[in-house]
């Protein structure tokens, strides 16, 4: 019997929670932190589910890991963990992340405003600017981003068809546009989304199945965006992402912007150098940009970037105590 010990920066990037774990990482296998995160997936995910779930997180928490580097030029790698899984890539997470470590000294790049990270799902390079002893914002280099399938039929139980894209932007993204069977987000309540997505993700992840051309350990559809117009001026579009079970992001979703820009870009509706400012459901926006093209595999991408910003909003240490009946979490669904 053991009481394993994890202490914990808690924050959240624009309204959407992180929990930097700074201290309890298990030493992983593998040289890339794609074969890490297998390793992670087959050996310590009840740490995932007991720092997540029920009792010591929620469903929408949202956490990660610092390790040291996977390649010789990164300053660290990061090691995503939520109640959806231990995703490839986490855009507001990476935000956050970042935002915690460099306010508390966790990190020290080896270029003051800019560090390299390597994640699962690849390079990500991220820049912040700081305001004193504070970050103020971190944009996020992203990998390589594309659309994966166009114009996917489905016919969604008590919501009728609907015409969908899948696109990658370090994780595979469902993209709901208004049409007939869906009247955009004023007409959608949050049951109404928590009740839809997950029917909408099983049945586009089995109408069109997607797997990453370099990594074929990241696969399946994940997560589903509802797009609708913007409510603030300064903003292109408007979304509400899925994932997990029942979690709706509170921010516009870092990865969810990566890919909905390179479903505009597939389509011509986005140039290369042009901004796409994503609103959130709750109101909070990030700042995307198409940085330019390029290709994965044989696929046609873009090379995105997106910029937010996180606040913290704690610290604790969390106690997995082998005696407690609850020690690796529990969801109610």
């Keep these: 019997m053991a009481r394993h010990s994890f202490p914990c920066f808690d924050g959240h990037t624009c309204g959407n929670p992180v929990r930097l774990i700074a201290g309890g990482a298990p030493l992983l296998r593998g040289r890339s932190m794609s074969e890490k995160r297998q390793d992670f997936l087959d050996r310590f995910d009840w740490i995932r589910t007991a720092l997540m779930f029920e009792p010591r997180g929620h469903d929408m928490m949202s956490g990660a890991f610092l390790y040291p580097p996977s390649s010789e030029d990164a300053d660290a790698s990061i090691l995503f963990v939520e109640t959806s899984g ?21 990190i020290s790049p080896k270029t003051p405003g800019r560090i390299l990270l390597d994640a699962p799902a690849g390079r990500v390079i991220a820049e912040y600017e700081m305001e004193g002893e504070y970050v103020a914002q971190v944009r996020i280099f992203n990998v390589p981003s594309y659309l994966a399938h166009q114009d ?15 696109a990658y932007g370090g994780n595979f993204y469902a ?21 839809f997505s997950p029917l909408v993700r099983k049945l586009a992840d089995e109408a069109a199945p997607c797997v990453h051309p370099l990594d074929p350990t990241v696969r399946g559809v994940s997560h589903v965006q509802w797009t609708d117009k913007p409510r603030n001026s300064r903003a292109h579009g408007r979304n509400a992402v899925f ?24 389509r011509g509706d986005l140039r290369p150098g042009e901004a796409f400012i994503h609103e ?39 106690f997995v105590d082998d005696r407690d009946p609850f020690a690796h979490g529990f969801q109610l669904l």
Excluded at 86 to 100: A, D, F, K, N, R
Excluded at 243 to 266: F, H, N, V, W
């Design 280 to 318: 959130s459901i709750i109101g909070s926006l990030f700042d995307g940009r198409h940085e330019g093209e390029t290709r994965i595999g044989n696929m046609e991408a873009i090379l995105p970037s997106v910029a937010g910003w996180a606040r913290m909003t704690g610290i604790n240490t969390l």
């Design 86 to 106: 231990c995703l490839p890539m986490c855009g507001h997470g990476t935000i956050g992340t970042i935002t915690l470590a460099i306010e508390n000294g966790l």
């Design 175 to 195: 993209i709901i546009e208004p049409q007939p069977h869906y009247r955009g987000l004023e007409a959608m309540s949050v049951g109404d989304l928590l009740r």
């Design 243 to 266: 994932y997990g079970e029942k979690a709706i992001d509170r921010s516009p979703c870092g990865t969810g912007t990566s890919a909905r820009m390179a479903q505009l870009a597939a």
């Design 152 to 166: 996917v039929r489905i016919d969604v139980p008590g919501l009728g068809e609907i015409i969908l894209d899948i």
